[in-house]
Structure formats: C-alpha cells, structure tokens
C-alpha cells in the first residue's frame, strides 16, 4: 500500500501472528508518506507451509528485501523482532526499527514457553536440540540479544508492556543492556498483543517514522 517509489516501512509480525495485526498502524503510516508492507510469514495466516521458525521468518525477511530494496522502517512484534535482528545480522538493510515485545534471550524463552505448557526440561531440550540440527549452530546464537549488537548501529525503538505474560520484561532488559543506543517506551497493562492496537504506542512510532521521513529529504 502507498506509492511504489515511497519510503518502505516492512511490518514483521510474531509467532502465531499475521500481517493483519498491524492494521491499525497502516493508515498513520500512508499518511506520513510511506509504502507500507506486511505479510504473513510462512505456517501463518494465508502463507503456504505447514512449518516455520525463526530461520524461515529470517529467510522471508531477506527475500522481500530483494524486491523492494532498502528498508526506511522496520517495525517488528515478538519472534518477528528476534528474526529481524538475525536478518540484519545476515545482511538485511533498515534504516530505522522499532522492536515490540521481542524475546531476546533463548533460555529464558524456552523455559517461559515450558510453564505455559506445563512441559518437562526434557521438552525444551529436544526443542534446541531440532533447531541447532536445522543450521549446526547453537540455539543461544538465535538471541536477539546476541545478534543485536551485531547488527549495524540505527536509530531503533524498543517497546516492551510490563505486565506481557508471553514475553517478560527481563528480554527487553537484556536489549537495553546490549543497545544503549536505544530508546524504549513501557507500557502497564496492555499485554503481549493489544500492544499493536494501542493509540498512544502508535502515535509513538508514527513519530519516530516522522522523524526518518525529515532526515530522508533534507539528506
């Protein structure tokens, strides 16, 4: 949506996501003058597949950058934050991102999924387990806190609810620890989805497009 020579801002949703959850942040985008993408990442939403993780979401984040070209904005939710810092990290170039509620540390992530599902340490081994197989690489390396600071320094956003049961407030500390150079914005009882609907985040982040969109034409 928006004009095909316009400014892209790339909208990565989560785990369990689809591209539909950013609809409310589309319209504010159009009307800063931005060519607005998203879509639903593979095993998602309308999306082929019966499989996905991080390296696909990482995969298909690598291959739109191939057809549209630079990145003026990227806006990433959950397991789509954790990809996109891998994807940076493998050569994926933004501008600038705003990162919301990103798991940032694999121990933590997997522990937290475990008591959600009342499931054994043993289930969580074998989870790293298949997923180191995949790449021959271990499953810490995927951290966003580990690829974060990897990535080439940009103006980035962190927003993070601190009452998020999904992905807790410690994964946020540990980007603001690897990434001084960010801001974050908390919020108190929005949760780990309704954070994407929510006014008062949108117009955050609709100023932080702002600000690119300045710096882009008195460049």
Known sequence: MGAKDAPVALLMHGWSGRGLQFREMIAPLLEEGYQVVTFDAPGHGRSTGKESNIILFKDALLKIQQELGFIHLLIAHSLGGAASWYARVEGLEVGKMVSISTPSIPA????????????????????????????????????????????????????????????????????????????????????????????????????????????????
């Not at 601190?162 to 929005?190: C, M, N, T, W, Y």
């Not at 985040?201 to 008195?218: C, H, M, N, P, W």
């Open 108 to 219: 933590q992530i997997i522990q937290e999924y475990l008591v959600r599902i009342n499931a054994s340490a043993r289930t969580g081994k074998a989870l790293e387990d298949h997923v180191e197989n995949l790449v021959d690489r271990s499953f810490e390396s995927f951290g966003a806190y580990v690829n974060a600071p990897l990535a080439p320094a940009i103006p980035t956003l962190l927003f993070h609810d601190l009452k998020d049961k999904e992905v807790s407030i410690r994964h946020l500390e540990k980007l603001q620890e690897v990434l001084p150079h960010a801001k974050s914005s908390l919020s108190d009882g929005l949760g780990h989805n309704r954070i994407l609907k929510d006014a008062g985040i949108i117009r955050q982040i609709v100023s932080f497009a702002r600000l690119e969109k300045r710096q882009t034409i008195s460049a």
